[in-house]
Each structure stands twice: as C-alpha cells, then as structure tokens.
C-alpha cells in the first residue's frame, strides 16, 4: 500500500509561484477597460486564481489525485499564457510586462512538472 503523505501547500515553491502569478494577473488586469470585466479580465482572473488553488487542494489528497491537480494547474497556466497574448494584441498588456509573465509561468510550469515527478512511484 502506498504511503499518504500530505503536503503543506503553503511551503510549497510552486504554491508560492503559482500564487504570484494570480496576485501579478490580478494586478494588471484591474488595468484593462471596464468593457472588459466579463470578457478577457473575468478569465484571466479565473484562470490564474486556479492554478495556486489546484495545488493548495490537491495537497490533501494521494499522490496520485495530487498529480491529476497538478496538471489541472498546468493547464490553467497554458490557458493563461494564451490570454496573456491576446492581452498583448489588444494593447492591454505592454511587450516588457508579456516578458515578465512568460518568464514566471514557465518557471512555474517547469517546476511543477519537475516536482510532480518526485510524486510517482
């Protein structure tokens, strides 16, 4: 029988970096037009607010449901990558500032992975 281990999620690294990036999200999209508070900004916030949440549930549970909410957390972090370009495009989000969130969500989507690995048997 597999050993159930729970983790602490909030000394997780990638808690810690999935939680920046909602907190950064958050940031620039109170930045965006008003017309666009159910349309663009509404799914970024949702989808970044995801990705730290994923982990802090999936925390709780087997390594193996934790995995499967470390990839519901990767998810959103690829889902947030392509608003984020679109963001751009629309000139809601400057180059420098797209850069900068690239960055993180990649390191955040390396970590991850690298640290769900540790959780197979």
Not at 85 to 113: C, D, G, S, V, W
């Amino acid at each position: 029988m597999n050993e159930f281990k729970r983790h602490n999620f909030k000394k997780l690294k990638i808690w810690q970096m999935g939680l920046e990036l909602s907190k950064l999200t958050l940031d620039q999209t109170d930045t965006f037009p008003t017309y666009e508070k159910y349309g663009l900004k509404s799914q970024m916030d949702r989808c970044s607010i995801s990705i730290p949440s994923n982990i802090a549930e999936g925390s709780s549970r087997t390594n193996k449901s934790f995995s499967h909410f470390l990839d519901i957390s990767l998810g959103s972090s690829f889902e947030l990558q392509t608003q984020l370009l679109l963001a751009n495009h629309r000139k809601y989000l400057p180059e420098q500032q797209l850069e900068i969130f690239e960055t993180k969500i990649e390191e955040f989507q390396r970590a991850t992975m690298v640290f769900q690995n540790t959780l197979k048997d």
